[in-house]
């Protein structure tokens, strides 16, 4: 599979119609060759272009304000939505942009990273690369939104599709119906989906959850964002560096979504450092009401190195 890294030519983008999306800044220059860029001119990240051509290794898009405007660019430097899109004659897998799981699951795992901890862990990874989203720093971020129980997986994926996944393929699949603008919330929220993990999310998870695509990600961003402004998320941002307990982290789910909070929260580690969050939760709309709902559930780890961002 081909990955998105600093050091190697690789192909993941967001595609939607003829345009893309692009990641981070990077040269666009007037011949495929890059010998020449009038103008000294890049792209902006998080900023839409059009398609005019494609090659192996880039794209030809269109940037308006740049004389000749008509620019090459290395596929690096966008998201994958769908890439298919770009080989028109290429046999397509059918994507499975709904859900044939009808009925919302009663319980789920919300599943949120300590961005710093996990690539502290996973350095290879291509959404622990300095510069991918213009240098922005995260907190937590979305891992994923898991019905339960754990079983509850693939549910109406074709056998081909699951084995992509399976295999790590995350970029080479199929488009899962998200907007532009849906892409750039989730981006907020989930650095991975430079790697295609919100495809990966979507088919081993997302059929299961009785939503779309759509719906799904909107309430994983949403309960992710209320987390992130939380009074516990707080205190573990402030503690970059030291060592915090799961009974702080308890006590401080009980002040931040209500009373009982604390047994329904689990601290996931590794070699000593925090990695993950996990809460146990509803079908609820609101992370406070879904966490009340939410099954007792047991942790992982007892104490926990906050890391910094000493890994970028």
């Not at 994958?80 to 795992?109: A, C, D, F, M």
């Not at 081993?204 to 009785?210: E, R």
């Not at 964002?225 to 401080?252: C, D, H, P, T």
Request: glycine share 8%.
């Amino acid at each position: 599979m081909r990955i998105i890294m600093l050091i190697m030519i690789v192909s993941s983008f967001v595609f939607c119609d003829e345009f893309v999306v692009s990641s981070k800044e990077c040269e666009a220059t007037n011949n495929l060759k890059a010998t020449k860029n009038s103008g000294n001119i890049s792209t902006t990240p998080r900023t839409k272009y059009k398609i005019l051509d494609h090659k192996p290794e880039s794209l030809y898009i269109q940037i308006p304000s740049a004389n000749p405007s008509g620019r090459w660019v290395k596929k690096e430097c966008f998201l994958n939505q769908n890439r298919e899109s770009l080989v028109p004659n290429k046999k397509q897998i059918k994507p499975t942009h709904g859900t044939p799981y009808s009925i919302q699951p009663k319980q789920s795992l919300l599943a949120l990273s300590w961005h710093n901890g996990f690539c502290e862990t996973h350095r290879n990874k291509v959404e622990c690369k300095r510069g991918l989203f213009g240098n922005k720093e995260y907190g937590f971020v979305l891992h994923g939104l898991w019905p339960q129980p754990k079983n509850l997986a693939y549910c109406g994926v074709a056998k081909k599709i699951v084995g992509m996944d399976k295999n790590k393929q995350w970029s080479k699949m199929p488009g899962i119906g998200l907007s532009i603008k849906n892409t750039k919330d989730l981006a907020n929220v989930m650095p991975a989906i430079a790697s295609g993990l919100h495809n990966h999310e979507w088919y081993k998870h997302g059929t299961c959850s009785g939503m779309n695509s759509v719906e799904y990600f909107t309430k994983a961003t949403k309960m992710t964002n209320e987390f992130s402004n939380s009074k516990l998320a707080k205190y573990i941002n402030s503690n970059i560096g030291k060592q915090i307990s799961i009974n702080e982290v308890r006590n401080l789910a009980n002040l931040s979504f209500g009373a009982g909070a604390s047994q329904k929260i689990s601290m996931i580690c590794k070699d000593g450092l925090l990695t993950e969050i996990r809460l146990s939760i509803g079908n609820d709309n609101s992370l406070s009401s879904a966490i009340r709902n939410g099954q007792n559930i047991s942790t992982e780890c007892q104490n926990a190195i906050i890391d910094k961002a000493g890994w970028l």
